[in-house]
T-cell receptor, first 117, second 113 residues
Framework: KQEVTQIPAALSVPEGENLVLNCSFT??????LQWFRQDPGKGLTSLLLIQSSQREQTSGRLNASLDKSSGRSTLYIAASQPGDSATYLC????????????????FGKGTKLSVIP | DGGITQSPKYLFRKEGQNVTLSCEQNLNHDAMYWYRQDPGQGLRLIYY???????QKGDIAEGYSVSREKKESFPLTVTSAQKNPTAFYLC????????????FGSGTRLTVV
């Protein structure tokens, strides 16, 4: 059974600092990995999607890497801002076992980021 | 703009009642999903549907039911058999094939009163 772990569970940094969030997964047979952001009481906003054949994806100040063989992904946030404060979730997509061609996400519990002005 | 609309945002249920959460998407996605989120836990899959008139149980389907009569709509009913329904419910959709990411709605918070 796929398990996804995110470390640390919480992180507090001063504004302007570069930071790295970690995600590890136990089964390397994934189709893709997706990083999400969740603000309190809100839904999930997709940040980056990395296909299993890719090594990294970039969007603005965000860079996500994927090492499928070692079961690890990192999300790098450059020059952090108070508006980056949120919970960041990592999820891996696996092929479902129902035979219906499903692609199901397994989530980590998230890293709660606080950026202090 | 394309997206997923969940309603209501807040829902209160009395003991023994069934309640239905709405999820509508205009992304033309085939696959739709329902997840439950509890404090301190990761999201857990309740039900998913790959195509109209077909759906499959996820990891925690007991006490829930769904229907998929239209491509755009995937409502979730929380039945009285669900003993601990207080949670944040998230609906998602995805394009066809494994190379597409998920899009999530804004969620419904269900509370038992």
């Amino acid at each position: 059974k796929q398990e996804v772990t995110q470390i640390p569970a919480a992180l507090s940094v001063p504004e302007g600092e570069n930071l790295v969030l970690n995600c590890s997964f136990t089964d390397s047979a994934i189709y893709n990995l997706q990083w999400f952001r969740q603000d309190p009481g809100k839904g999930l906003t997709s940040l980056l999607l990395i296909q299993s054949s890719q090594r990294e994806q970039t969007s603005g100040r965000l860079n996500a890497s994927l090492d499928k063989s070692s079961g690890r992904s990192t999300l790098y946030i450059a020059a952090s801002q108070p508006g980056d404060s949120a919970t960041y979730l990592c999820a891996v997509s696996r092929f479902g076992y129902s035979g219906a061609g499903s692609y199901q996400l397994t989530f980590g519990k998230g890293t709660k980021l606080s950026v202090i002005p | 703009d394309g997206g997923i609309t969940q309603s209501p945002k807040y829902l209160f249920r009395k003991e023994g009642q069934n309640v239905t959460l709405s999820c509508e998407q205009n992304l033309n996605h085939d696959a739709m999903y329902w997840y439950r989120q509890d404090p301190g836990q990761g999201l857990r899959l309740i039900y998913y549907s790959q195509i109209v008139n077909d759906f499959q149980k996820g990891d925690i389907a007991e006490g829930y039911s769904v229907s998929r009569e239209k491509k755009e709509s995937f409502p979730l009913t929380v039945t009285s058999a669900q003993k601990n329904p207080t949670a944040f419910y998230l609906c998602a959709s995805r394009g066809q094939g494994g190379n597409y990411g998920y899009t999530f709605g804004s969620g419904t918070r269900l509370t038992v009163v």
